[in-house]
């Protein structure tokens, strides 16, 4: 796959966009399409966030949720709402907001609609680096959050050195992290044959990729780190449109390439290796969540806001179907979106060889 702009949108004619400008001097673009798409997913993030809490074993309904959000509710319900579910879904939203940002910078850094961590090996150092602790540490769920950090920050070190070449570019960068995705896997293979059929299970569980018993305690630390990290990121909006037009124009532009591709990729690591440590690895929403918002958009550029936004509302809906469409046997979110993802890729893979550029 080539390194142009087309391979993540169709060259279109250029067309006119309302500028709002201050009596500073500053100027912001106005998508109209992205002003409209972006609530509306806020709306469909937040409507699900709703549903999900309302099912389980003590169904509830719409509004017996929101009355208790709001202080309303019975103790029974204050109980199952703020100690059990609440955690679990907005894990899922902070989750579901990383990696769509994450897949955003990595797709735009790399020109690539296959730059996601779930392709160029950051989910599987992460899962690397959880399964040294659980087998070979044997360390509890705060030590094996550590070592899925840990893990993510060196294969992204890794990849990243790896690809140097005066510069990173897209296509190296890609093809070193599917090798070093394919390194990782073996790795993860050689633990599981070292590990006691105690730890073995344990680490199978949480290589699925699941928000199943997620409490106040992994929602605090992801929220920090999206607190920080997210905010960052939008930033450097505007820099990474301008260098998905290639390095030379981005110099030409005033754009600081290095420096904007260093820090936007090493916070979409850190937002990757965060979202893993909290919920484990889940595939398919960091590769599709800024294919599905530039489609919705219609929009050039990352996409930022908008594929935050869509892989919030994919990650908390997949979780709300994972329960609710298998009956007794529910499967863990990072299952379902496994199989999805799979489906997708192969979509993506026949379109790009359609539009020849792969």
């Known amino acids: 796959m080539n ?5 993540l949108h169709d060259v279109r004619a250029p067309r006119r966009v309302p500028v709002l400008r201050t009596r500073g001097g500053l100027s912001l673009r106005v ?3 992205a002003a409209l798409v972006v609530p509306l997913l806020l709306a469909v993030a937040l409507a699900a966030s709703v549903a999900l809490i309302g099912t389980g074993d003590y169904p509830m309904s719409f509004a017996d949720v929101l009355r208790t959000l709001t202080g309303g509710g019975t103790a029974a319900q204050e109980f199952i709402v703020h100690d059990l579910r609440l955690p679990r879904v907005l894990v899922g939203l902070l989750v579901g907001t990383a990696l769509g940002l994450a897949g955003a ?5 790399s020109r690539n609609p296959l730059g996601s961590p779930d392709v160029i090996g950051l989910g599987q150092g992460s899962s690397v680096g959880a399964l040294t602790v659980i087998v070979l540490l044997h360390g509890g769920p705060t030590a094996v959050a550590a070592g899925a950090v ?7 070190a890794a990849i990243y050195a790896l690809a140097w070449q005066r510069g990173v570019h897209g296509h190296r960068f890609v093809l070193v992290g599917i090798a070093m995705s394919a390194v990782l896997v073996a790795v993860i293979g050689y633990l599981l044959t070292k590990a006691n059929l105690t730890d073995a299970a344990r680490a199978t569980v949480w290589m699925v990729g699941s928000l199943n018993g997620r409490d106040w305690s992994q929602v605090w630390p992801l929220l920090a780190v999206c607190a920080v990290l997210v905010p960052a990121v939008l930033g450097h909006g505007r820099s990474l449109r301008m260098l998905e037009m290639g390095d030379d124009s981005a110099y030409a532009l005033g754009v600081p390439v290095e420096r904007t591709r260093l820090v936007t ?3 979409a690591v850190l937002l990757t290796a965060a979202a893993t440590a909290a919920a484990g690895p889940i595939s398919f929403v960091a590769l599709a969540a800024p294919q599905l918002a530039r489609r919705l958009t219609r929009s050039p550029g990352p996409n930022l806001t908008a594929a935050a936004c869509t892989g919030a509302a994919l990650l908390v809906t997949a979780d709300w179907a994972s ?5 007794a046997d529910q499967l863990p979110v990072g299952a379902l979106t496994g199989m999805l993802g799979g489906c997708y890729l192969l979509w993506l893979l026949h379109t790009e060889r359609r539009a020849g550029r792969i």
């Not at 910078?105 to 850094?109: P, T």
């Open 265 to 267: 990729m090493g916070a």
């Open 323 to 327: 329960q609710r469409l298998f009956g």
């Open 105 to 109: 910078v990595f797709q735009s850094v």
């Open 3 to 7: 390194d142009a702009p087309t391979s």
């Open 150 to 156: 840990a893990g993510g920050l060196l294969s992204g």
């Open 31 to 33: 998508e109209p399409r």
